[in-house]
Nanobody
Framework: VQLQASGGGLVQAGGSLRLPCAAS????????MGWFRQAPGKEREFVARISESGGSTYFAASVKGRFTISRDNAKNTVYLQMNSLRPEDTAVYYCAATTVGMATTIAQYRYWGQGTQVTVSS
């Protein structure tokens, strides 16, 4: 599956952004989808994941309560809704796909999008 993340940009602290990730192929609904981010000088870290049907989600502690993840299997798209953004959320955001249950590590995700830059100003 090929993934294309978009929707990044510059936003003020406290603002919101929604990142869509479009997938190619007819098997999108077979994959668990995740979002990761990588800030300058830091390692890539897990942000959120959603189950194949969308019925189950999981978030990193740093974003829980502020970010939501959803998917539209008819449109082959997963979304990351980011609210109450903070300067520390500044990073390149990547979407990824896996068939590994409860996956939260980079190694567990097989397919990756190219990343979209999110910058939060204070």
């Amino acid at each position: 599956v090929q993934l294309q993340a978009s929707g990044g940009g510059l936003v003020q602290a406290g603002g919101s952004l929604r990142l869509p990730c479009a997938a190619s192929g007819r098997t999108f609904s077979s994959y668990i989808m995740g979002w990761f981010r990588q800030a300058p000088g830091k390692e890539r870290e897990f942000v959120a994941r959603i189950s194949e049907s969308g019925g189950s989600t999981y978030f990193a502690a740093s974003v829980k309560g502020r970010f939501t993840i959803s998917r539209d299997n008819a449109k082959n798209t997963v979304y990351l809704q980011m609210n109450s953004l903070r300067p520390e959320d500044t990073a390149v955001y990547y979407c990824a796909a896996t068939t590994v249950g409860m996956a939260t590590t980079i190694a567990q995700y097989r397919y990756w999008g190219q990343g979209t830059q999110v910058t939060v100003s204070s």
